[in-house]
Nanobody, 122 residues
Framework: QVQLVESEGGVVQAGGSLRLSCVAS????????MGWFRQAPGKEREFVAR????????AYSDSVKGRFTISRDNAKNSVLLQMNSLKPEDTAVYYC???????????????WGQGTQVTVSS
């Protein structure tokens, strides 16, 4: 099993920045690839960004491309999501997750964090 703990989110004004982190523990070597997803009220969970174990392969949803950056520190078993130029539509609960494969589909991710609220005020 893998346990994932996200950092606390927060409230930020539109145009501001916020950084989320997620630390993994447990059988992390079995689930080397990491991703971030989010879910806004009344909406389905959606893919935000993903990163391969080596960090060399990343992908982003069109809605965050150019504004968000995903990175990882394997020595700390952690993944970061730097969010810049935040918009009110970025308001959601953000989740980190781990997968055996490089994938953007939530179904490919086996373990999830508890989620952290990010609120962007206009």
């Amino acid at each position: 099993q893998v346990q994932l703990v996200e950092s606390e989110g927060g409230v930020v004004q539109a145009g501001g920045s916020l950084r989320l982190s997620c630390v993994a523990s447990g059988v992390t070597f079995s689930y080397p690839h990491m991703g971030w997803f989010r879910q806004a009220p009344g909406k389905e969970r959606e893919f935000v960004a993903r990163i391969s174990w080596s960090g060399s392969v990343t992908a982003y949803s069109d809605s965050v491309k150019g504004r968000f950056t995903i990175s990882r520190d394997n020595a700390k078993n952690s993944v970061l999501l730097q969010m810049n130029s935040l918009k009110p539509e970025d308001t959601a609960v953000y989740y980190c997750a781990v997968s055996r494969a490089v994938a953007s589909n939530a179904n490919a991710y086996a373990y999830w964090g508890q989620g952290t609220q990010v609120t962007v005020s206009s």
